[in-house]
């Protein structure tokens, strides 16, 4: 799908996610608002169809604008990255709030498999470095 016709899908559904295309063949994706199992599927979909269309490298996925995650999405989460690494990209999470740090532990998620860190210039700058500390897959 072209880039036009995503962003019109994506706002038909109500989706307020973002994204931009920052220097080296990366990528940013910023999420805004709940995220239910549509919208991550939805969200899925634009994520890989930008990587494939920009050939992308790398994308950092901002979370700072979502205000619950759970277990569902988390695994969403952990499914969108090792898609985008199926296409070469590696991902990394950004912007997880204090409050849902501590519910995924809480809820036991596992998100060792994903490179996280706490905000999207640390991001940026990891993509820039070449991300060393990319966890690898088990």
């Known amino acids: 799908l072209e880039d ?3 962003r019109r899908l ?3 559904l109500g989706m307020s996610s973002r994204g931009l295309t920052i220097p080296e063949a990366s990528l940013v994706l910023h999420l805004l608002g709940i995220i239910a199992t549509d919208r991550a ?9 930008c990587i494939r269309s920009e050939m992308a ?21 952990l499914m ?5 690494r199926l296409l070469g990209a ?9 409050t849902n740090a501590e519910t995924l532990a809480r809820l036991g998620v596992d998100m060792g498999q994903v490179l996280t860190l706490s905000d999207l210039e640390s991001a940026i ?5 070449g991300i ?6 088990s």
């Open 4 to 6: 036009r016709t995503l």
């Open 90 to 98: 590696a991902a990394i999470i950004t912007g997880i709030s204090t």
């Open 125 to 129: 700058r990891e993509i820039g470095d």
């Open 57 to 77: 490298r790398a994308v950092s996925i901002a979370l700072s604008g979502v205000p619950a995650v759970d277990s569902a999405v988390a695994n969403h989460l």
């Open 10 to 12: 994506a706002w038909f």
């Open 41 to 49: 599927l939805l969200f899925i979909a634009i994520l890989l169809t």
């Open 80 to 84: 969108a990255a090792k898609a985008a």
């Open 132 to 137: 060393h500390s990319q966890p690898s897959e």
